[in-house]
């Protein structure tokens, strides 16, 4: 198929949209086989189905490449505790937070947990989703951690989006080895983590480095057992504080640290040097009502590319739109409209480890999205609209 009569937004390069005004897109299968001026297209593409776009802007698909999005039971009591001044430390502390979640996962049937994160998960493909992100991380015993796994491989068989999983283990410590953080770890964290692997649920291993989960030494060592298993990393750091998780991402060629808040300007110069991403989650810091912003310049300066999330989960941040997301980036943090975008395309796709989505290039997988929309700024811009004509997932609309 020929798409044309579109404002195509490339994203080729990170320092501009890379707009063809007049563009047309040849999908090959599930591959864009070309693309570029309408008057320059191939004369092979030619003789193929034409579907005229109508002037609109096409962007690459969505990536969520941070999300809880697998999780039961919700946590709206939370809520009004923390709006009369519960900090969420003190909420996590009380055995609220995390902890209520788990009791709540470990309670719920597969079926449950697969159709509460359906609702979740279409709501995503409305906006234009074409790959999320799922963490484990409210089973923290091996049972619920390999169910919410196997939900999240699931998702994919039931809907057309892509699934990248991440085992979460190292998201909280469960009541029953409350104080007995390294014996968690030893007795549950890494042995589920092997039996995931085995099971092959797992691409990638994440941890949570603060003060009310686990510090940067037990963070390794779970690190330590996904680099014999040949598992890529990545580490929600520097949330809520430092203590070092950036750091220990830069030292273990981690794809991403998520939140960082807290990074400082050497964190950063680490990060920038050993190619982490930085992804940033304004839905947290909006929901918490945090007030250190990520050091987004400190990015740019030192070449750490930024991806953006919604990290929808039922506490810190119960968002499911990737589109406010973007407005809550630029709004929040000032990132840019071209950040943004970036943020959810071609970097997300980066923190995920995809190396073909994210950006519309000849070869790269034919994930599209069609918007109502005449600039690619009106994407970050609009606060709770979804301006999306159509999704092209695998090179069909
Ligand atoms: O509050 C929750 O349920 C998840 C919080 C979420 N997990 C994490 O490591 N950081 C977060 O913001
Ligand atoms: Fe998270």
């Known amino acids: 198929m020929l798409l044309t009569n579109a404002q195509i937004v490339t994203l080729q390069r990170d320092d501009d949209f890379g707009l063809i005004a007049d563009g047309a897109i040849a999908l090959d299968g599930d591959r864009i086989g070309w693309v570029g001026s309408a008057g320059d297209v191939p004369d092979v593409y030619r003789t193929h189905k034409i579907r ?78 074409t790959m999320i992100e799922v963490k484990s991380g409210y089973g923290l015993d091996c049972d619920t951690e390999l169910k919410m796994l196997r939900v999240a491989r699931q998702i994919a068989r039931v809907r057309p989006v ?96 998520d939140h960082v808040e807290y990074v400082t300007l050497a964190d950063a110069q680490a990060m920038g040097a050993a190619s982490v991403i930085a992804v940033v989650l304004p839905g947290a810091f909006y929901t918490l009502r945090e007030t250190q912003v990520p050091p987004i310049q400190a990015f740019r300066d030192n070449g750490v590319a930024m991806a953006l999330a919604t990290d929808c989960n039922p506490g810190s941040s119960p968002l499911v739109s990737p589109l406010l997301a973007m407005n809550m980036g630029c709004t929040l943090f000032h990132m840019t409209p071209l950040e943004a975008l970036l943020g959810v395309t071609a970097h997300a796709a980066a923190a995920l480890g995809e190396t073909d989505r994210g950006r519309i290039v000849t070869g790269a997988r034919a994930d599209l999205c069609v918007w109502h929309a005449g600039h690619p700024a009106e994407l970050s811009y609009r606060i709770g609209f979804n301006p999306l004509h159509s999704r092209i997932f695998r090179g069909s609309i």
Do not use: W
């Open 52 to 129: 005229d776009l109508g002037g609109r802007l096409v962007t690459p698909a969505l990536i969520d490449c941070h999300s809880h999005i697998v999780f039961g039971g919700n946590r709206a009591s939370e809520f009004e505790l923390r709006l009369n001044g519960a900090s969420y430390e003190e909420v996590a502390r009380a055995g609220g937070g995390i902890v209520s979640t788990v009791t709540a996962t470990r309670a719920a049937s597969t079926e449950t947990l697969l159709a509460d994160a359906l609702t979740r998960v279409d709501a995503m493909i409305a906006e234009g989703v």
């Open 162 to 257: 892509d699934i990248k999983t991440s085992f979460l283990g190292a998201h909280a410590i469960p009541a029953e080895y409350m104080g007995k953080a390294d014996a968690y770890i030893d007795d549950v964290c890494i042995p589920t983590l092997r039996a995931a692997h085995a099971e092959g649920l797992v691409d990638a291993v994440d941890g949570f480095c603060e003060g009310i989960a686990f510090d940067a030494t037990q963070i390794a060592r779970v690190f330590d057992v996904a680099v014999e298993l040949g598992l890529p990393v990545k580490l929600h750091a520097e949330q809520l504080s430092n203590i070092g998780g950036a750091r220990l991402a830069a030292k273990y060629g981690a794809l991403s640290a």
